[in-house]
């Protein structure tokens, strides 16, 4: 008898609603979607997204392997963490939140500190955007305490907290930060992958120094800030159309706009924000939208505002501030 219960036990133990197929699967999706999410329209990946993270919780529920218990915690805090980001950027900043806390536990419980501190740094993101940047650093010093096991999440942290502390004032310490990016991206032996949403590629850094330099705010600081924009564009268009990330290149394009309009450098201005403006017709984000908003106010401070050009600009950016945002589906799943 005692040899029927462990045999019962054994024949229970190997049962298993996940197989080396459907986690083969789960992986082939979740790379398809982090590598076209960058120019893709946010709702439709949205609801995809959605559909694949519930059935990842599913199949939590199931019975599996612990080695395939731990992948499917990996795989679920992934598609949390891109829903965490396309709730971000349809403006949503609650949801995201709860997405990124679920999507840091699944990284505790998968053992996974890559994910917990790219998770961080999207907790970050949220803070800064949402008018936080006190939050926003402390976030992202805390997602430095995790060491990832490959990859640029501890470049986006400092480039992260560099933009915070910068809004905050602290200018010197915002500086220190981004040379701390710059010193983990030339210990960085790994691929730029461009074209994948969670990493952190060179074009980007050159982004978030551009607006560190820019709520920097001084005549050197506003070259400095032009210069990286720049250069974060010319990087972004050289990837192929496919890889194109879209927002960032807008994000970039609305920095050196801003730097031009400090500069004086009107039509230089115009002709970022018209680019910016087309795309976003396409593929509206709320980190874009923002940027527009705080050109707009910028805008109206100076003599060219009452200028035609000026006035064609405020215009545009008023018409697109009248088009009602998409906002999430339904549903009681978070």
């Known amino acids: 008898m005692a040899a029927h219960e ?3 036990f054994v024949a229970r133990v190997e049962q298993s609603n996940v197989g080396p197929h459907t986690l083969e699967q789960l ?5 398809r979607i982090i590598y076209t999410y960058p120019n893709r329209p946010i709702m439709p990946l949205f609801l995809e997204v959605r559909e694949l993270r519930n059935r990842a919780f599913e199949l939590l529920e199931g019975r ?4 395939y218990t731990k992948e499917l915690y990996l795989a679920a805090g992934t598609l949390c963490g891109i829903l965490a980001n396309a709730s971000f950027d349809l403006g949503q900043y609650g949801p995201a939140e709860t997405q990124a806390r679920t999507a840091f536990l699944c990284g505790e419980l ?6 917990r501190a790219w998770v961080r740094g999207m907790q970050a993101l949220i803070a800064y955007w949402d008018e936080r940047p006190q939050d926003a650093v402390r976030l992202a010093l805390s997602g430095q305490e995790f060491t990832p096991e490959e990859g640029t999440a501890h470049i986006r942290l400092a480039s992260i907290s560099a933009r915070a502390l910068a809004r905050l004032g602290r200018h010197e310490e915002a500086l220190s930060h981004l040379q701390t990016a710059e010193r983990h991206r030339q210990s960085y032996a790994g691929p730029e992958d461009d074209g994948n949403m969670m990493a952190f590629p060179g074009a980007k850094q050159s982004l978030y120094a551009s607006t560190t330099h820019l709520w920097i705010g001084t005549d050197n600081a506003c070259v400095s800030a032009e210069r990286e924009a720049a250069a974060a564009i010319d990087t972004y268009e050289a990837a192929p159309p496919e890889q194109r990330r ?3 290149l807008s994000l970039a394009r609305m920095d050196l706009a801003h730097a031009r309009l400090q500069q004086r450098e009107i039509d230089g201005a115009a002709e970022q924000l018209q680019v910016v403006l087309a795309v976003e017709a396409r593929r509206r984000t709320a980190s874009v939208g923002r940027r527009l908003e705080q050109f707009g106010r910028r805008l109206a401070l100076t003599p060219a505002a009452r200028t035609p050009l000026g006035l064609t600009m405020s215009d545009s950016i008023a018409a697109y501030h009248e088009q009602p945002a998409r906002s999430l589906p339904g549903g009681s799943a978070p």
């Open 6 to 8: 462990s045999a019962r």
């Open 27 to 31: 992986r082939a999706d979740i790379q």
């Open 110 to 115: 998968a053992g996974h500190n890559g994910l």
């Open 64 to 67: 599996q392997p612990p080695q």
């Open 246 to 248: 879209l927002g960032e």
